[in-house]
């Protein structure tokens, strides 16, 4: 099958002197382009490791992982961290904004360090999706837990990623604002067509997800597919439910 991240019987192991935790134990599962997943189980379970894997933020003790066709196990660092670079977004529970930049610098903060010109259209359409447009020269401080978040997202998109892995990123926020985070990472598949891999324990969520998978233990213990995943918004109106 020719899926857009694709994991052969991967374990993981981290040795700590003579003892060893098996984070991952032999898992196989593809993720077709587009869909939206969560990943749930309980904490110490396995999630941030399966993130951390197919991230390329770490490495496999067995098994393959194919993106996008491409076998990394066999790339070396330097393609790996191009992969990553290009492809890959990263948002975790923690905002990592620079303070003393604007919300307009944080989020080209990649085309800065890369000396390229930032893609102005398209970042104008993402901050204006995640209702940040207005904000775009106020500094994180200035913002709501919920407006870090949502620039983190923007960042985390700026270079047009394939794949977004997103770890606990409501994890830090109060209700609203963490119902308006995962909402909006739904409307961003729908206008911008990533992948989503997303940790949470906030199962609440779990209609906006296509699919959950439940990992117990370094195994995949439930992989349920949601026919019925929907936005809570109507998209083609083109309605705007971040903007403040
Ligand atoms: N660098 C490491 N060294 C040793 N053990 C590790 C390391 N990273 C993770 N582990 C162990 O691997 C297992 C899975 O950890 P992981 O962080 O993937 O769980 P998790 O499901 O993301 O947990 P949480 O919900 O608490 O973040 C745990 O037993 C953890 O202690």
């Known amino acids: 099958m020719n899926s857009f991240i694709r994991l052969e019987h991967i374990s993981k192991t981290y040795k700590l002197g003579e003892t060893a935790f098996h984070a991952l134990r032999n898992i196989s599962v593809s993720f077709e382009s587009g869909t939206f997943c969560f990943v749930t189980g309980r904490s110490g379970s396995g999630k941030t490791t399966l993130l951390n894997l197919i991230g390329t933020l770490d490495k496999p003790t067995k098994g393959k992982i194919f993106l996008e066709g491409k076998d990394i196990s066999i790339l070396p660092d330097k393609s790996l961290s191009e992969l990553r ?3 890959i977004g990263f948002v975790f529970q923690a905002f990592n904004l620079l303070n003393e930049y604007s919300v307009w610098d944080n989020v080209c903060l990649s ?8 893609d102005r259209t398209y970042l104008e359409e993402l901050l204006n999706t995640f209702g940040l447009w207005e904000r775009r020269d106020s500094y994180p401080a200035q913002l709501s837990g919920g407006q870090q978040q949502r620039v983190a997202i923007a ?16 994890g830090n926020l109060d209700h609203r604002s963490g119902s308006e985070v995962m909402q909006m990472l739904r409307l961003s598949r729908e206008r911008f067509q990533q992948t989503i891999l997303l940790v949470t324990h906030d199962v609440e969520y779990i209609g906006l997800a296509d699919r959950r998978i439940h990992i117990e233990d370094g195994r995949i213990v439930d992989d349920t597919q949601n026919a019925e995943s929907a936005s809570h918004f109507d998209f083609d109106s ?3 439910p971040y903007k403040e």
């Open 85 to 87: 670079r290009r492809r």
């Open 111 to 118: 085309f800065y360090l890369d000396g390229a010109k930032p």
């Open 238 to 240: 083109g309605a705007m």
């Open 155 to 170: 960042r985390a998109m700026a270079n047009h990623p394939a794949i977004l892995l997103a770890d606990e990123p409501t």
